[in-house]
């Protein structure tokens, strides 16, 4: 009978065995830990198309039929019933919170909202055109010199750090875009949600207070959470990579907002309305930049299309888009992009270009559509990604340090370059 827990890999006339590893959810890989000691051969895998990083308990992502599950739980079931915090808990703490455990978190967010003024002062040191994300990832980075009492150990005040930054960072985003535009900081209040402090820090201002909408407040919730984690992506394998070297968790997740900021990756979102506007701009010619998309010669690529693992509709895609009408109504906002989008859509999904590479919208097509009747300027679309991402990337952190087999993350290469040569030295080079 075959051992089906086994793999046989024949080089060089020598048969060697692997083993084989099933996931909770059937996915299958062949264990290489041994490959290279066993047989001196590694594998080469450009883009880690092929190759898995970890195991992981956190998200389980199924790309042939749209399925994504943070702890088990179906994305469209915690989009629709819980607010960013539960599931916050949720993917930190491997389980729903009950009311107490929920009320408890909320205060305790609550009470690490503030930044400490010293830090208010870099923001005067950025220019006024700074990037969002870049004063992002210097602000969190620079939150390790301001907690010099914690522990070596950063995961003994894991649950105070990562509570800390899923707070602060809210703070950081609003004030970067009150200081960008000259408006003085709302500091953030004790009677206002997470996401209600948000907007209301981002657009409160003296002479004309902002009134923080429970719609606005209901839409922005459920982004987070769809934003929330999406197990090893480019940002999250950053965070494990730079994690697993030992860093504070502060400096992690600092790598993790810049890996994010790529336009390949969060940084699509903003990439899709510059898309939407140039083609608004250009007379609308759908036509004309689908055909610019399949032209291998043009690099020109549809923002918030295609995906590594979805092969087919992003769930979180398909959530947003119903979202889009649903909130613009509601706000009352018409906006000719989501016009555009939808024909782009509709036009690309009938062509066999993009068919037969199964490229599909996902999860950035739609979300700035949002983000923009919100208010929410397009430079910090990304940082909206970070923002809902921060849980995913502290859980799936805290799950790599907890594994007692992470070893620090240091990939081989095939090298190809020079054989060995002989010094020449600089009085003799031609
Ligand atoms: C996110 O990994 C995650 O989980 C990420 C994310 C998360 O939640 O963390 O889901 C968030 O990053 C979503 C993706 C956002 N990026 C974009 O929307 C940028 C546009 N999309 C692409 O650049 C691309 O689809 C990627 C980067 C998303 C995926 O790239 P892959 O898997 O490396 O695929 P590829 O570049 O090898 O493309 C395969 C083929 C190529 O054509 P051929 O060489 O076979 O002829 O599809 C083509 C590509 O040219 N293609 C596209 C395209 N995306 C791929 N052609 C036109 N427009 C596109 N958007």
Known sequence: MPDNSTAELRLHGKTYTLPLVEGTMGDKAIDISNLLKETGYMTLDSGYKNTGSCASAITFLDGKEGVLRYRGYAIEELANNCIFVEVAYLLLHGKLPNEAELRAYRDLIGRFALIHEDM???FDHFPSHASPMSILSVMVNSLCNFYPEMSDDPLVDFDVTSTR??????TIAAF???KSMGQPLVYPRHDLCYCGNFLNMMFDKPV????????VVAALNKLLILHADHEQNCSTSTVRLVGSAGVNIYAAISAGINALWGPLHGGANEAVIDMLETIYADDSNVRKYIDKAKDRSDPFRLSGFGHRVYKTFDPRGKIIKQACDEILGVL?????LLDIARRLEEIALKEEYFIERNLYPNVDFYSGIIYRALGIPSNMFTVMFALGRL???LAQWKEMREDSTTRIGRPRQVYTGEPARKFVPLAERK
């Open 120 to 122: 208010i002062h870099f």
């Open 165 to 170: 930054l899923i707070s602060k960072i809210r």
């Open 176 to 178: 970067s875009y009150k």
């Open 208 to 215: 004309h207070p902002y009134q923080v909408r429970p719609e």
């Open 332 to 336: 009352n906002v018409s906006d000719p």
């Open 391 to 393: 849980p995913g990337w």
